[in-house]
């Protein structure tokens, strides 16, 4: 069955910079968009950033993190990144990775905080 796996998150001071990795199982990765949300205490949940199938060349991103995160994606290892620049303590949330086949599929989510 799909599986996502998130990783990386933890505790950090502004400006300072954070990895995300999500492992995907049960499915053709490679085969697939994949996307980064996050959601913080009290808000909805939002979409962070977006990465095509393939080569992943198309990326996406939300205004609030333009410049700042990269997404990417390895697909000999079935593992999608967030690269985290320049973190701000809006940026703290539960991040999610998130596949659509025929359904939404997420990950448990890692925690990310940005705190001084």
């Known amino acids: 069955q799909v599986r996502l796996v998130e990783s990386g998150g933890g505790l950090v001071q502004p400006g300072e910079s954070l990895t995300l990795s999500c492992t995907a199982s049960g499915f053709s990765f490679s085969w697939y968009n994949m996307h980064w949300y996050r959601q913080a205490p009290g808000k909805e949940r939002e979409l962070v950033a977006s990465?095509?199938?393939?080569?992943?060349?198309?990326?996406n991103y939300t205004n609030a993190v333009k410049g700042r995160f990269t997404i990417s994606r390895d697909n000999a290892k079935n593992t999608l990144y967030l690269q985290m620049n320049t973190l701000e303590p809006e940026d703290t949330a539960m991040y999610y990775c998130?596949?659509?086949?025929?359904?939404?599929?997420w990950g448990r989510g890692t925690q990310v905080t940005v705190s001084s």
């Open positions: 998130n596949v659509v086949i025929l359904r939404p599929y």
């Open positions: 990465i095509e199938n393939y080569d992943g060349n198309y990326k």
